[in-house]
């Protein structure tokens, strides 16, 4: 069945979680919050408007803004090998070393592991195989040309009080420079910076 792009917005998919709340808990029930990458973007913006239902939030890699998001990727893009940054900045989809350049940047600032878990071999091919990511984010983790390419809430969550703890890898796609923006701006927040990891702390 086909996506009505009328739906993806920050609004709805904030009553998506909401009615999942709902759905698993008592009314008025509080609970703990978790969003990793994207996920923490929801769960940000979740917060911006029900924090009266959450104990606290867990933002994991996550992000506030996702064009400040996309300018730091390009910052790590630029700092990769000069075959592999031009395949990237020139969007040579259709060139056969291009994948190589993907897969060096995911091996920097993704996950850095040289056999990845079959956990994440699995997310990863289900991504690929699911219209959604494309259509929410783009081609890739760092070519966001989708639905979500504007989306930015930084000026909206300094009203969030609950405790938060925000997470980030050391060399993580969603970049600390990222996490020190969301951190900087809740008032209630610690900020925990994970030594020789990437994206996919866990």
Not at 23 to 48: H, P, R, V
């Amino acid at each position: 069945m086909p996506i009505d792009l009328s739906n993806v917005t920050i609004d709805y998919v904030v009553e998506d979680v909401e009615r999942v709340r709902r759905k698993l808990f008592n009314d008025d029930e509080k609970i703990f919050l978790y969003g990793s990458s994207y996920g923490g973007f929801l769960a940000l913006a979740y917060a911006t408007k029900y924090q009266k239902y959450l104990k606290g939030l867990i933002i994991s890699g996550g992000l506030a803004s996702v064009p400040l998001t996309v300018q730091e990727m390009h910052r790590l893009i630029n700092e990769l090998p000069e075959k592999y940054k031009n395949l990237i900045l020139n969007n040579e989809f259709d060139n056969p070393e291009y994948q190589k350049a993907v897969e060096e940047f995911y091996r920097r600032h993704l996950l850095r592991l040289d056999k990845y878990p079959d956990e994440v071999l699995i997310s990863l091919k289900y991504a690929e195989q699911r219209n959604v990511y494309k259509i929410l984010n783009g081609p890739n983790e760092f070519t966001i040309t989708g639905v979500i390419k504007d989306w930015d809430i930084t000026d909206k969550i300094s009203i969030i009080q609950i405790p938060t703890l925000i997470t980030v890898g050391e060399y993580d796609e969603v970049t600390p420079k990222v996490a020190e923006e969301v951190h900087k701006r809740i008032k209630n927040s610690k900020l925990v910076i994970f030594k020789n990891c990437s994206h996919i702390t866990m």
